[in-house]
């Protein structure tokens, strides 16, 4: 199989269930950030040194290609075709464990930081943003059609723990939270 196939030449691109769309239609758009957010998270991983933590972020970008699958195929608005993309509301419970669990080793946080600190703390405040701008467009592509709520829902709490994540990175490396 060849990498190029020229059928996207002319702006169009095809989804799951074969419907050829506009290459910046709402749910390519939307797809396309979440496959951003886990390509990030693939450069976060080259720069994280705790075991621990490449293990979530390699379950995450996990449940993100889940995520990109339902949002790339119109017809998987509610059941998953095999196990792989089955995405239930228990991901969402996980992320929030592990926000949790590395809540507990941080300090309290009493202002607003300023992202940085290590190079994977910094790049995880970044992966935070792009998991943002995700959220905003799976948000407007549920204003056109069905999406599964848990989506929207494990979506907004992984910006959450990629937070706590890069807090705790940073924290774990000895590198100072500067406040604003």
């Known amino acids: 199989m060849k990498i190029y196939t020229k059928t996207g030449d002319k702006g169009e691109t095809g989804l799951f269930d074969g419907t050829r769309v506009p290459k910046d ?9 979440v496959d951003e957010l886990n390509a990030v998270l693939g450069g976060v991983i080259a720069f994280v040194e705790d075991p621990e933590f490449a293990g979530i972020l390699h379950e995450i970008q996990r449940d993100l290609f889940a995520v990109g699958a339902r949002l790339a195929d119109p017809r998987l608005a509610r059941e998953g075709r095999s196990e792989k993309d089955r995405f239930e509301g228990d991901r969402v419970t996980r992320l929030e464990s592990v926000i949790d669990r590395l809540e507990a080793e941080l300090p309290p946080l009493r202002r607003f930081i300023l992202p940085g600190g290590s190079r994977a703390g910094a790049l995880l405040h970044l992966a935070r943003t792009v998991c943002r701008r995700a959220e905003r467009r799976i948000v407007t592509l549920a204003r056109e059609t069905e999406i599964q709520p848990v989506v ?8 959450d723990l990629l937070f706590v994540l890069a807090r705790a990175v ?9 406040p604003w």
């Open 25 to 33: 239609a709402t749910r390519v758009d939307a797809y396309g950030a």
């Open 152 to 159: 929207i829902t494990y979506i907004n709490r992984l910006s």
């Open 170 to 178: 940073n924290h774990r490396a000895g590198a100072e939270e500067v």
